[in-house]
């Protein structure tokens, strides 16, 4: 499973001019194309239900999480049947995070990816750069994660000659 950080929804949703969107765009077609599990944060999910409520009509907002789990076809980090709970962190988790040097919401995003989805393969996000070395899972750009996806995109050949 990977982790979506906000800003690949929000660019897709947000940013058809983005200078990201191309890659972004490529990003997601492949990891639905390709069935790749995926999720999200709640705090990652909370922030893009927060920068669509200023474009959305007042009676979507409270629809807008199921709205875009479906969309993008994401487990929610934590799951909020069993967490119900915003962020399932302490004050003492999210600052020891803090201590890192991040900002509230990428410190609750590290401590709900750290609890809840330690095993997952990466997490991605246009803003490495500010999670690199601070999460116990990789950190990758969508660019960087479908690099790495290239045997899986690659086209077979059949072989030239006989094979042993």
Same mark, same amino acid.
């Given at each position: 499973?990977?982790?979506?950080? &906000?800003?690949?929804?929000?660019? $897709?949703? =947000? ?11 490529? /990003?997601?077609?492949? +990891? ?6 995926? @999720? ?12 669509? =409520? /200023? ?7 409270? *629809?807008?999480?199921? !709205?875009?789990?479906? *969309? ?7 799951? =909020? &049947?069993? +967490? ?7 004050? $003492?988790? +999210? ?7 991040? @900002?509230? @919401?990428?410190? !609750?995003?590290?401590?709900? !990816?750290?609890?809840? #989805?330690?095993?997952? $393969? ?8 500010? /999670? *690199? ?13 479908? #690099? ?17």
């Amino acid at each position: 499973m990977i982790v979506l950080d &906000a800003n690949i929804l929000v660019t $897709d949703l =947000s940013y058809p001019n983005d200078p990201n969107q191309t890659v972004n765009r490529r /990003f997601l077609d492949f +990891v639905a194309a390709n069935k790749i599990e995926r @999720g999200i944060t709640t705090q990652g999910l909370l922030e893009v239900v927060g920068k669509r =409520s /200023f474009q959305t009509p007042a009676a979507i907002i409270a *629809r807008l999480p199921a !709205i875009l789990l479906a *969309r993008y076809e994401l487990m929610l980090i934590p799951d =909020s &049947a069993t +967490v119900p709970e915003y962020a399932a962190c302490t004050f $003492d988790e +999210v600052v020891t995070q803090m201590a890192a040097q991040m @900002g509230l @919401g990428d410190a !609750i995003m590290a401590v709900q !990816i750290a609890k809840f #989805a330690p095993t997952a $393969d990466a997490l991605i996000t246009w803003n490495a750069k500010h /999670f *690199r070395g601070k999460l116990i899972v990789p950190v990758l750009t969508p660019d960087e994660w479908l #690099a790495q996806q290239q045997p899986l995109t690659a086209p077979t050949t059949p072989p030239t000659g006989p094979t042993p």
